[in-house]
T-cell receptor, first 112, second 108 residues
């Protein structure tokens, strides 16, 4: 069973600080990795995706991928109270690029 | 920005009844997906659909589920005989991994 693992949190970070969210995956053949933000009662909102080793930056967000360690992370710089949400890590599989496997999510709370 | 539209936003149905959840994916997208999320649990893949055929389905997607693209724009998920455990948020997504706003299905 291919899995994507995340700490459930909650992760509490002061406003303005860097929030660091981590994720590991079990399918060594996974090709693409995604970070979604989900507010309570709402649908997942794609923040960014990454498929190459290294860092990818988009505004305040940086995704990091290390395929050797099967590890993906998301850094949120200058955290804002509006960043308080559940962050979902997801991956496509090697044998199947047509579905995404989600982790259970990390609850992030930004304290003023 | 293009959106994936889902209707209804909330559906209450009696156990054993059939329900149809509707989705209008982003135009020109060819891959469509259904996911579900039981309250407090992770998002689970149900089925992917490409070129008017099921591309892949999960163990959850058993014989009580079906998908169709009845016309050029709509994409539907039918649950033939609903069970209490089918109560969940159902999300449609189209290629590019953009999710719709979801349908909350409550089976009573």
């Amino acid at each position: 069973q291919k899995e994507v693992e995340q700490n459930s949190g909650p992760l509490s970070v002061p406003e303005g600080a860097i929030a660091s969210l981590n994720c590991t995956y079990s399918d060594r053949g996974s090709q693409s990795f995604f970070w979604y933000r989900q507010y309570s009662g709402k649908s997942p909102e794609l923040i960014m995706f990454i498929y190459s080793n290294g860092d990818k930056e988009d505004g305040r967000f940086t995704a990091q991928l290390n395929k050797a360690s099967q590890y993906v992370s998301l850094l949120i710089r200058d955290s804002q109270p509006s960043d308080s949400a559940t962050y979902l890590c997801a991956a496509t599989g090697y044998s199947s690029a047509s579905k995404i496997i989600f982790g259970s999510g990390t609850r992030l709370s930004i304290r003023p | 920005e293009p959106e994936v539209t889902q209707t209804p936003s909330h559906q209450v149905t009696q156990m054993g009844q059939e329900v149809i959840l509707r989705c209008v994916p982003i135009s020109n997208h060819l891959y469509f997906y259904w996911y579900r999320q039981i309250l407090g649990q992770k998002v689970e893949f149900l089925v992917s659909f490409y070129n008017n055929e099921i591309s892949e389905k999960s163990e959850i997607f058993d014989d009580q589920f079906s998908v169709e693209r009845p016309d050029g724009s709509n994409f539907t998920l039918k649950i033939r005989s609903t069970k209490l455990e089918d109560s969940a948020m159902y999300f449609c997504a189209s290629y590019g991994y953009t999710f719709g706003s979801g349908t909350r299905l409550t089976v009573v």
